[in-house]
């Protein structure tokens, strides 16, 4: 389903990744792990494509992205690629069904559209009493949930998760962990997850090492 080959991005004199090939097949659960610094954050943005590689190419489904202009990039994002983030990036102003619906309005899905399915899925979520509840209101698992939700509500085919469960305690990432593998069986979504649990990581289809800007092993 996603192919990148020949990866390299640099910052300043600094070269973050020195050529990575990855394949990641429909409904994989793949977790990324490494030393802080190994690059894996910066992998995931390219291969999420709010970033381009200095070289290589990335292919969701056989369409090299990197073709693709910045309109036609960030439509390409809105539809098929999901975030989640260790800090959920919220917007603070807006309820949970409002952070939820926003993707879908930036598709161009009318309102109610959008709003039915955003409930559909905080009700599959255990979050249905917590609609018009602003993050502040939320707990930290709760706000990551409705970050959950926000990301799938267009149905992406692929998941990007970054720490997703490191700024949660223990019985919070266990849920978020079960999470994952839930919303994988019953969507069909891919997930690429950055994370330094071991947990998690044991929990994946297939665990991906990366140290000094290449991959180093996979299992």
């Known amino acids: 389903?996603?192919?990148?080959?020949?990866?390299?991005?640099?910052?300043?004199?600094?070269?973050?990744?020195?050529?990575?090939?990855?394949e990641v097949k429909e409904q994989e659960v793949v977790s990324i792990v490494g030393p802080s610094g190994a690059g894996k954050t910066t992998l995931l943005q390219i291969l999420g494509t709010l970033d381009r590689p200095d070289s290589g190419d990335v292919f969701y489904k056989g369409q090299n992205i990197n073709r693709l202009n910045q309109r036609s990039l960030a439509s390409f994002r809105n539809l098929n690629v999901g975030f989640v983030f260790q800090f959920h990036q919220l917007l603070p102003e807006f309820t949970a069904l409002e952070n939820v619906c926003i993707p879908a309005l930036i598709a161009g899905k009318h309102k109610g559209e959008a709003e039915k399915k955003a409930m559909e899925l905080l009700d599959f979520l255990g979050l249905s009493e917590r609609l018009d509840h602003k993050p502040a209101q939320l707990s930290?698992?709760?706000?990551?949930?409705?970050?959950?939700?926000?990301?799938?509500?267009?149905?992406?085919?692929?998941?990007?998760?970054?720490?997703?469960?490191?700024?949660?305690?223990?019985?919070?990432?266990?849920?978020?962990?079960?999470?994952?593998?839930?919303?994988?069986?019953?969507?069909?979504?891919?997930?690429?997850?950055?994370?330094?649990?071991?947990?998690?990581?044991?929990?994946?289809?297939?665990?991906?090492?990366?140290?000094?800007?290449?991959i180093t092993d996979e299992q």
């Open 1 to 22: 389903m996603l192919t990148a080959k020949g990866i390299v991005k640099t910052y300043g004199s600094l070269r973050v990744l020195k050529g990575i090939d990855l």
């Open 140 to 214: 930290g698992g709760e706000q990551q949930r409705v970050a959950v939700a926000r990301a799938i509500i267009n149905a992406p085919s692929v998941i990007m998760a970054d720490e997703p469960s490191g700024n949660l305690d223990t019985e919070n990432k266990k849920e978020l962990h079960k999470l994952f593998f839930k919303l994988r069986d019953t969507f069909g979504h891919t997930f690429i997850i950055v994370t330094h649990d071991p947990e998690l990581a044991s929990m994946s289809d297939r665990i991906v090492r990366i140290k000094d800007g290449l």
